[in-house]
């Protein structure tokens, strides 16, 4: 279990950019694939992106091309910079490791405006 701290969220307008970072605390995330995950009202959380340890990257096709994951292992931080945002990407978000999480945080609301 790594105790991790979101952060970055935030109110945007539709087009507006946010970077996210998810900090670890008392330990860290080396040898584990890291994900940003999030959740809508009403909706069941999903994975948007993830990176491995050594760096390598997905994304969900709703993300891909204006999302992008990467860490910085020397800070023990997983950032999420997010470029042209949708209202669909309204959420809160959540930093977690893939595949097997561990205890889900407070997350970081994220509000895009139309």
């Known amino acids: 279990q790594v105790q991790r701290v979101e952060s970055g969220g935030g109110l945007v307008q539709t087009g507006g950019s946010l970077r996210l970072s998810c900090a670890a605390s008392?330990?860290?995330?080396?040898?584990?694939?890291i994900g940003w995950y999030r959740q809508a009202p009403g909706k069941q959380r999903e994975l948007v992106a993830r990176?491995?340890?050594?760096?390598?990257?997905a994304y969900a096709d709703s993300v891909k091309g204006r999302f992008t994951i990467s860490r910085d292992n020397n800070k023990n931080t997983v950032y999420l910079q997010m470029n042209s945002l949708k209202p669909e990407d309204t959420a809160v978000y959540y930093c977690?490791?893939?595949?097997?999480?561990?205890?889900w945080g407070r997350g970081t609301q994220v509000t895009v405006s139309s």
């Open positions: 990176i491995n340890s050594g760096g390598s990257t």
């Open positions: 977690n490791r893939y595949p097997i999480y561990w205890t």
């Open positions: 008392g330990s860290t995330f080396s040898g584990n694939t």
